[in-house]
């Protein structure tokens, strides 16, 4: 597909959501087990390819579907950050796993880059194309059709590297010491496009057609921002400590 004025239109939307920092800061803890043990550190590939950060055996388990080209998966990554990755992870209290929810070429494309490299990097990369989204995806829709074409003509290993040149995404892979040879190959790599293949199989089989979107604890979530997800996150940790009293 080709991006068109609605992309353009969703670059500027920019998601209302509240950022609940108080009250999950706040919430007590459930997970004794991980107690002195910091998980931020801690990361591992799922069988389908997604990439989980913190406690495996937290009591908390978020899984959040994102897309590189919705903004507000962009936006959901700069609120929660504060919450998630540098309180509730490293206490053990919840994991988080990022699965792919693929919208369009370019998103096919980030997803196969993300995933080069370390995957205990997989993070540092996952963060860095949320936090310079504005600036890859603001040159994507400045392209004209015309200039869209080698997007989609030949071999997808193809399309994806005239992407990533057009993009600049060559220049932030090399900023990981990746080379532009080396994020060839990964964009022609078929084990991790089984992968992503994979995590779309679990996304229809929820029935997610929205980004972002989450499950806390095995079961989707309603809502689609951080305002929502924290309270839901809230909710949960309530839930445990009154059934361990």
Same mark, same amino acid.
């Given at each position: 597909?080709?991006?068109?004025? @609605?992309?353009? #239109?969703?670059? *500027?939307?920019?998601a209302?959501?509240?950022?609940?920092?108080?009250?999950?800061?706040?919430?007590?803890?459930?997970?004794?087990?991980? *107690?002195?043990?910091? +998980?931020?550190?801690v990361?591992?590939?799922?069988?389908?390819?997604?990439?989980?950060?913190?406690?495996?055996?937290a009591?908390?388990k978020?899984?959040?579907?994102?897309?590189? #080209?919705c903004p507000?998966?962009?936006?959901?990554?700069?609120?929660? $950050?504060?919450v998630?990755?540098?309180?509730?992870?490293? =206490?053990g209290?919840?994991?988080?796993?990022?699965?792919?929810?693929?919208?369009?070429?370019?998103?096919?494309?980030?997803?196969?880059? #993300?995933?080069?490299?370390?995957?205990? @990097?997989?993070?540092? @990369?996952?963060?860095?194309?949320?936090?310079? %989204?504005?600036q +890859?995806?603001g040159?994507?829709?400045?392209?004209?059709?015309?200039?869209? =074409?080698? +997007?989609?003509?030949?071999?997808?290993? %193809?399309?994806?590297?005239?992407?990533?040149?057009?993009?600049?995404?060559?220049?932030?892979?090399?900023? +990981?010491?990746?080379?532009?040879?080396?994020?060839?190959?990964?964009?022609?790599?078929?084990?991790?496009?089984? =992968?992503?293949?994979?995590q %779309?199989t $679990?996304? %229809?089989?929820?029935?997610?057609?929205? #980004?972002?979107?989450?499950?806390?604890?095995?079961?989707?979530?309603?809502?689609?921002?951080?305002?929502?997800?924290?309270?839901?996150?809230?909710?949960?940790?309530? $839930?445990?400590r009154?059934?361990?009293?």
């Amino acid at each position: 597909m080709r991006i068109h004025a @609605r992309m353009k #239109t969703a670059l *500027r939307i920019t998601a209302l959501a509240a950022c609940a920092v108080a009250s999950i800061a706040a919430a007590p803890k459930h997970a004794p087990a991980a *107690r002195g043990v910091n +998980w931020i550190g801690v990361t591992a590939v799922t069988a389908n390819g997604g990439h989980r950060l913190g406690n495996p055996d937290a009591p908390l388990k978020l899984v959040e579907y994102v897309s590189y #080209t919705c903004p507000h998966c962009a936006h959901f990554t700069k609120e929660s $950050e504060p919450v998630l990755r540098m309180t509730l992870i490293p =206490k053990g209290q919840i994991s988080v796993t990022v699965v792919n929810l693929l919208r369009n070429p370019i998103d096919m494309t980030v997803a196969m880059l #993300t995933n080069c490299g370390d995957p205990k @990097r997989f993070f540092v @990369r996952n963060n860095a194309f949320f936090a310079s %989204q504005d600036q +890859w995806l603001g040159t994507a829709v400045k392209f004209s059709a015309e200039q869209q =074409k080698r +997007w989609y003509q030949g071999e997808p290993p %193809q399309r994806m590297r005239a992407m990533a040149a057009d993009l600049g995404l060559y220049d932030k892979m090399a900023t +990981w010491g990746i080379t532009r040879a080396q994020a060839d190959a990964c964009l022609g790599d078929k084990a991790i496009l089984a =992968k992503l293949k994979a995590q %779309q199989t $679990e996304v %229809q089989s929820l029935g997610l057609t929205s #980004t972002p979107s989450f499950t806390l604890n095995g079961e989707v979530l309603d809502g689609h921002d951080w305002e929502s997800v924290s309270k839901a996150i809230t909710d949960k940790m309530a $839930e445990q400590r009154e059934g361990s009293t």
